[in-house]
């Protein structure tokens, strides 16, 4: 298959630069991926919104990029703030000329507050905001016919000059990409799928802690690829857990997340007995930024011994709760908690990451002829912290900017042909599927046991090893079996486990997201992560 713009990735990254590549060059072709359907993506669980400077008479951009340079906690690129924050209420008024709907007051739109935001300005769409901005663009691109979506085709590999019979390393300046080999699993078969030109925008690796609000397909697999395809990586010890998922003894995968929006409209995070803890840790309390909160509920859940601890939401106006948040409502009432007389339980979960492909301002990775938007990169934006509703901002700036670059830039390139077929001469089918899911359990608990939100040297040498030897028997299956996405998926978790434990491992001091007992205290010089 052939064709001008390869976009690996439907969520909001993929699909914003895939329409607006389609709206400005009628004549090219764009082939959109999506490993499952076109619907599933971290973008449609998205809940509290998207942050937007939006009434300049109450709220300014210098506040805006003051709030996410705060959370940054001094890793954040100015230049990458500015841009997203300043470019950022276009963007967001392009989703509402597409049809997105964002709750409105009588006159105005309704702003929401979540944590580290010194203003309201959340646009959002009751809790279900990513299921409307998901509708939007798969309406939005279904108006294109040079611009298709092909479901169930997963992503195995960028194609560089390595499958040419080249020596690549990461020093080399000078890869390229030429498309990647992908299996369509409605065939099984892995087809060579070359472009002009390639984006990855495949979100998020929630999935590589065993607990995530990251639903199955967040896998990480965009940044293993291109990490195998030795592009750069940045800021990957910095993992985001958002403090306040709902503690379901009964266990579900994604778990559900209870929107920090709900601490914006009131909710008070307390203990079993009703006591409020956030003061100990920081001024603003339960709306302090999400490190803050969540490394103080995981200490006062360890120092407790409790398994999870509370949000209060008993004081609220009913008819108000219900109206902002009827998932959150629903979904509690579903496991037996009414929210109105009864504490909500929550716990602190891998949610985002801040870290990911390196990515200069218009989206180029250090590999030519790829860019990446989204969750999979690390622009500068979020630094060592990510703000709340700045994910889906960051995605909306840079989708646009990558668009207009690449349609300065798409005809300088043109398809390579003499790329090989996919070699599976050699492997069989899998024997033991419970080979791939046992390890991707041990990953889980490696993972969560010694690289979540409070890290040791100790338990980071540990992780190391263990990884190492998860890794060695994976590859080793890799080379054997006839693929499928399971191994796949395993396989690049365990990359992502190597990238966030290896750039934990190098950072000697405690800074946003990334705490350790050994280093506790942050440095002078100040220097983002790269591999
Ligand atoms: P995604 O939306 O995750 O899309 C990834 C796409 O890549 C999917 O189509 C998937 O099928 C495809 N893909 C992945 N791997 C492959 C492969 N190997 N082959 C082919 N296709 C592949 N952010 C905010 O700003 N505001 C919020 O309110 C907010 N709430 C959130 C709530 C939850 C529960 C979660 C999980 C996240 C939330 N976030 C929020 C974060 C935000 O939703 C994500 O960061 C953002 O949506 C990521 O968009 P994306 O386009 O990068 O990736
Ligand atoms: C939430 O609604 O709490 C999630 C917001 C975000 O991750 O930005």
Redesign the pocket.
């Known amino acids: 298959m052939q064709t001008d713009i390869l976009i ?9 630069t895939a329409i607006k590549i389609a709206e400005q060059q009628p004549e090219l072709t764009i082939t ?7 619907s ?12 937007a400077v939006w009434d300049l008479k109450v709220d300014a951009y210098q506040k805006h990029i003051d709030d996410t340079l705060d959370a940054g906690d001094g890793l954040c690129k100015l230049e990458a703030v500015q841009i997203v924050v300043k470019e950022g209420p276009d963007r967001v008024q392009d989703i509402i000329d597409w049809g997105a709907r964002f709750d409105k007051t009588e006159e105005a739109y309704d702003l929401g507050r ?1 944590g580290g935001h010194s203003e309201n300005r ?1 646009l ?1 769409y009751k809790d279900l ?2 299921r409307e ?2 509708r939007t663009i798969l309406e939005k691109a279904a108006q294109f016919s040079n611009l298709e979506i092909l479901e169930h ?4 590999d960028f194609i560089t000059q390595h499958h040419l019979g080249y020596t690549v390393t990461r020093l080399m300046d000078n890869i390229e990409c030429y498309g ?1 080999y ?2 369509n699993k409605q065939t099984n078969e892995i087809e060579r799928l070359l472009a002009k030109i390639t984006v990855v ?4 690796a ?1 999935q590589v802690y065993r607990n ?4 199955v ?6 940044i293993a ?1 291109a990490y195998r395809a030795k592009g750069h990586m940045e800021n990957m010890e910095f993992v985001q857990f ?1 403090p306040t998922a709902l503690y379901n003894p009964a266990g579900e995968n ?1 778990d ?2 209870v ?3 709900v601490r914006g409209f009131g909710g008070i995070l307390k203990t079993r007995e009703g006591e409020e803890f956030m003061h100990k840790y920081d001024e603003r309390k339960s709306l302090a930024p999400r490190d803050i909160v969540a490394r103080a509920i995981d200490n006062e859940m360890k120092q407790r011994g409790e398994e999870c601890m509370f949000l209060d939401c008993r004081h609220l106006d009913k008819d108000a709760f219900y109206k902002h948040f009827p998932t959150i409502y629903d979904k509690c009432k579903s496991i037996g908690i009414d929210p109105m007389n009864q504490m909500i339980p929550i716990v602190p979960a891998c ?3 801040c870290g990911g492909i390196k990515v200069d301002q218009w989206g180029h990775s250090s590999i030519h002829r790829l860019y990446a ?5 690390c622009t500068g934006l979020h630094g060592a912290n ?1 703000l ?8 909306l700036v840079f ?1 646009h900017r990558i668009a207009n670059d690449i349609v300065k830039k798409v005809r300088q390139h043109s398809i390579r042909e003499d790329i090989p077929e996919w070699n599976a001469s050699g492997t069989t089918d899998p024997k033991e599927m419970v080979l791939i899911t046992q390890s991707l359990k041990e990953l889980k608990e490696i993972m969560s046991s010694y690289v979540g939100i409070v890290r040791s040297s100790v338990r980071l040498k540990r992780a190391t090893d263990r990884l190492s030897l998860l890794y060695r028997e994976t590859e080793d299956l890799y080379h054997k079996t006839t693929l499928s ?1 399971q191994l ?2 395993l396989r ?1 978790l365990i990359t992502i486990g190597y990238l966030i434990t290896r750039s934990a491992s190098i950072r000697r001091e405690s800074r946003g997201l990334h705490y350790t007992t050994d280093f506790p205290d942050k440095l002078d010089i100040l220097q983002p992560s790269i591999l």
């Open positions: 690996i990735g439907a969520g909001i990254g993929g699909l914003t959109v991926l999506t490993k499952t359907n076109d599933e993506s971290n973008t449609a669980y998205a809940q509290g919104g998207v942050a979540e959340i959002h905001t990513g901005i998901q085709y997963f992503a195995i990647a992908v299996l925008a495949t979100g998020g929630g995530t609000t990251n639903p397909i967040a896998s990480g697999d965009g690829m958002h994604p559900f997340l929107s920090e929006a949610h985002y990451m938007c989204g969750e999979a990169t990510r709340a509703s700045n994910s889906l901002l960051e995605a989708g996405p796949c998926e690049n």
